[in-house]
């Protein structure tokens, strides 16, 4: 293991953010593999390096961002607390938090373990998600999570040990939106959102935090609280509730006519009629229409492979347009090699 160590602060002239990175890009391709930073509050430090080795990183007085797009192989660990978003967009990457960490830890995370040794902010495992390629991610909490905690959560697991608090180890406001995912909570929980449901623990749950907690305290060195949080009849077990559970779902234009504003939002000022129009328009209703020119065209058909909506037909070598499906994106223009085909206003006068 080849070891650098960087200090940021020299004669009190602070290293930017950017020149650190590029510092330590530069350490990896030399060979280094072990670092020690002692920073102040460079953001984004373990972002995505971009390598085939284990990269090891211990950080103290980090900024925001730590870990970003963390990939396989790189282990961080920060020696203290952290402000927002560590572990933000997580591919891979373990990262170990000695002490808070702030608003938003594993946001977006899709890969990799994150261990916090104290308490996490608001919207914390918000938008966590799993591939099924990979291992699903984790997200391990010692004490309690801010509000908004695992909303529009989507895959994963979250395991929150409520250790030392008395109050709602969730806050308020946990799981709206939640669709995938697991949350293993020991405690008092409150002011949960109506989608999701809590169970008790079966055995392979049981199994799952037995070997977990093994590994997340002997990261955050508290051994000594294991039999504290192994008894199982405190934990909670919180997923998204069963689909079929689910009230009948309506049409968004049934929405509009039986619970929107009576009349429509703006019927002070015009007649809502009630229609639902798609995101992308197609026919008049599009900005651009797409023109193809025989003379240009080299037949590498392209433009019809690579056309999203399946617009574009090819009949007797020649290639036309539907316009009804048609949306008038310019992806059959961006596509084309010869620029066969040129995208035209559609708007009138």
């Given at each position: 293991m080849?070891?650098?160590?960087?200090?940021t602060?020299?004669?009190?002239?602070?290293?930017?953010?950017?020149?650190?990175?590029?510092?330590?890009?530069?350490?990896?391709?030399k060979?280094y593999?072990?670092?020690?930073?002692?920073?102040?509050g460079?953001h984004?430090?373990?972002?995505?390096?971009?390598?085939?080795?284990?990269?090891?990183?211990?950080?103290?007085?980090?900024?925001?961002?730590?870990?970003?797009?963390g990939?396989?192989?790189?282990t961080?660990?920060v020696l203290g607390?952290?402000?927002a978003?560590?572990?933000?967009?997580?591919?891979?990457?373990v990262i170990t938090?000695l002490?808070?960490?702030?608003?938003?830890?594993?946001?977006?995370?899709?890969g990799?373990?994150i261990f916090?040794a104290?308490?996490?902010?608001?919207?914390?495992?918000?938008?966590?998600?799993?591939?099924?390629?990979?291992?699903?991610?984790?997200?391990?909490?010692?004490?309690?999570?801010?509000?908004?905690?695992f909303?529009?959560?989507?895959?994963?697991?979250?395991?929150?040990?409520?250790?030392?608090?008395?109050?709602?180890?969730?806050?308020?406001?946990?799981c709206?939106?939640?669709?995938?995912?697991?949350?293993?909570?020991?405690?008092k929980?409150?002011?949960?959102?109506?989608?999701v449901?809590?169970?008790?623990?079966?055995?392979?749950?049981?199994?799952f935090?037995?070997?977990?907690?093994e590994?997340?305290?002997d990261?955050?060195d508290?051994?000594?609280?294991?039999g504290e949080?192994?008894?199982?009849?405190q934990?909670?077990?919180i997923?998204?509730?069963?689909?079929?559970?689910e009230k009948?779902k309506?049409?968004?234009s049934?929405?509009?006519?039986?619970?929107?504003f009576?009349?429509?939002?703006?019927?002070?000022?015009?007649?809502?009629?009630?229609?639902?129009?798609?995101?992308c328009e197609g026919?008049?209703?599009?900005?651009r229409?797409?023109?193809?020119?025989k003379?240009?065209?080299?037949k590498?058909?392209?433009c019809l492979?690579?056309?999203?909506?399946r617009?574009?037909?090819?009949?007797?070598?020649n290639?036309?347009?539907?316009?009804?499906k048609?949306i008038?994106?310019?992806?059959c223009?961006?596509?084309?090699?010869?620029?066969?085909?040129?995208?035209?206003?559609?708007?009138?006068?």
């Open positions: 080849k070891t650098c160590t960087i200090e602060l020299n004669n009190n002239e602070r290293m930017s953010t950017q020149e650190l990175l590029q510092l330590i890009n530069e350490k990896v391709s060979g593999d072990n670092f020690i930073i002692n920073a102040c460079q984004d430090i373990g972002c995505a390096l971009f390598n085939n080795k284990k990269i090891n990183l211990k950080i103290k007085n980090p900024g925001q961002r730590v870990g970003a797009m990939l396989e192989g790189t961080i660990t607390s952290t402000p978003d560590v572990g933000w967009l997580n591919s891979g990457a938090v002490g808070d960490a702030g608003d938003t830890a594993a946001h977006c995370a899709a990799g373990k916090v104290g308490r996490v902010g608001a919207r914390s495992g918000a938008l966590m998600k799993h591939d099924p390629k990979y291992e699903e991610p984790q997200l391990w909490v010692l004490k309690n999570t801010g509000s908004f905690s909303e529009f959560m989507g895959g994963g697991v979250a395991v929150v040990c409520g250790y030392d608090c008395s109050q709602s180890v969730l806050s308020n406001h946990a709206e939106g939640m669709v995938g995912g697991v949350i293993y909570a020991r405690g929980i409150e002011g949960l959102s109506s989608c449901e809590i169970k008790k623990l079966d055995k392979n749950d049981e199994e935090l037995i070997k977990g907690l590994v997340f305290l990261k955050i508290k051994k000594e609280i294991k949080l192994s008894k199982f009849s934990w909670k077990k997923v998204p509730k069963n689909k079929a559970n009948e309506i049409t968004l049934e929405f509009k006519k039986k619970h929107w009576n009349n429509g939002l703006f019927s002070d000022l015009i007649e809502d009629d009630f229609c639902v129009y798609s995101l026919g008049s209703a599009k900005l229409k797409p023109l193809w020119d003379k240009l065209c080299v590498c058909d392209l492979n690579n056309c999203p909506y617009a574009i037909n090819k009949e007797n070598n290639y036309l347009s539907d316009d009804k048609c008038g994106c310019g992806i223009a961006a596509v084309c090699p010869k620029k066969a085909w040129n995208m035209e206003d559609n708007r009138k006068g």
